[in-house]
C-alpha cells in the first residue's frame, strides 16, 4: 500500500463536484472524490482526485466540466 | 463497512424507525388541519412525542417542545429571536458554526459578542465564565459536548453561574440529546436547541426547540398555523409559533420510535458502551509514538465517545481517505464546522480525525479500526 502521486480537481459547490464525478465515470476515468486537501485554499469540501497518467482524458473533461482548479503533487494511499 | 461518523449522523439505528417513518407516510395527513381521522392521527402522535421529549429534556410542559428541521434550525430561532441591537452575548471557542454563525449574523445586527477562550485540552474555565457573566451578559450560548474533543460542558455548573447573574443559558444538545440526562429546569436551561438524527436515531430533517416558559421565542417563520387563520401574524403561544406550515410529522414518526427505542435501552447505558469503545480503541492505538489525541481523557462522566486525533503533521485529510479508501471504514477528517476550536488547538491546516462511536459498534469493528491507523501508520513512518 504505497502512497503514490494525484491530480485533484476542485469545485465551488458539492453539485459542480458530483456532476464532475459523474462525467468523470462516463470518461471511465480512474478517480474519486476526496476532501479536500488542506494545501488547497478555494474550493467546497470535496474534490475529485485522479492518479497521475490519465491528463489527456482528464483535458477533454475539463472542456465542459465546471470547475475552479487544477492541482497536482498531492500524495494519496 | 464500519461507520465511525456517529457525530455527524447516525448510520446504525433500530429497524423501528425506518418502519415507523414508512408506516406514518402510508397512513398520516397534515396534523392539525382537519378533525378527521388521518389529521388527528398525526396530531396525537407529535402530542406524544412531545410529551416524550418534554419529559427527556425535564421541560415541563409538553407544549414547550417545538420540532424543527434539526439543531441548526432550533439555534437560528434562538438566536434571532434573543439577540437584538444591544445585547450583550456570550459563546466559547468549542462551538459548531450552527452557533457561531447565528451569532455572527446578530453581532452585524448590533449585538455585542465576545468568545470565552479554551485551554489546552479545549475546555472552558468556570471561574473565567463567571467573571464574564459579573460583567454582564445577557445572553450565554454553549454547546454541551464539542463535536470534535468530545468535552462535555457542566450543564449544572454553568446554570448556576447563569442564574447568580441574570444570563438566559441557551443550549446546544445536539451531541448528547439522548446520550446524557439533561434537566432544563435543575440546570437553568432556558432554551435547549436538539436534533433528532444523532442520538436520538430519528430520521434527518427532524429536531426541535424546547422553550422555558420564562421566554418569550418570538416566530422565526410565517405561515400557516392551522388555527387562528384571520389573523396577519403568526400565533405567539409555543408551539405554533415556531411550527409555521406542515411539520415533518412522517420524520417525527421517526424520531418517536428513536425515543421509544433509547429509553427502552437507558441512555446511561448507551453513553456508557459508546465511551468505552472509545477508550478500547485508544488503548489499541495509544502506543503509536507520534499520535496526538485530543480533549480531556480524565473521566467518562466528561465526555461522549468521540475521539480526535492526528498522526504527526500528516493532513488529517490523507488518513481519512485511505481508512475509506482502503479499508471501508468512514470517519470525518478537517475542521468538523468548528473553526474557532481548531484555530485554539493549532489545527486550522492540518484538521484532525474524527471516530465518533455508535454503541451498536462491536468490539471487533472497533478493533478493525484501530488496526487499519495502525497500518496506515506503519505505511507512513516506514513504508
Redesign the interface.
Known sequence: MKRTEHIVVTFEGITDAVAFEKLANQEEIEGRIIPLPPVIDKGCGICYALKKGQESRLKNLLKEAKYLGVYDDIWLF | MIYLDSAATSYYRPIEVADAVHEAIMKLGNPGRGSYNCSMSAVRMLYDTRVMLSDLFGAGNPNSVAFTYNVTHSLNIAIAGLCKEGTRALTTAMEHNSVLRPLYKAQKQGTNLSILPLDEQGRIDYDMLDSRLEQGVDIFVCTHASNVTGNVNDIYKIGEICRKYGTIFVLDAAQTAGLIEINMEMANIAVLCFTGHKSLLGPQGTGGICVSDQIFMPPYMCGGSGIRSFDREQPLSMPESIEAGTTNAHGVAGLKAGLQYITHKGISTIHDREVALARRFIERIEHLKNIKIYGDWSSDENRVGIVALNIGDY?S??I???LS??YDIMVR??VHCAPLLHKSMGTE???MLRFSFSHFLSDEEVDQAADALC??YE?LYT?
Open positions: 493532513p485529510f490523507e481519512a481517505d485511505a479508501y482502503k477528517a478537517g491546516r492540518q484538521g497500518e496506515i505505511e513504508g
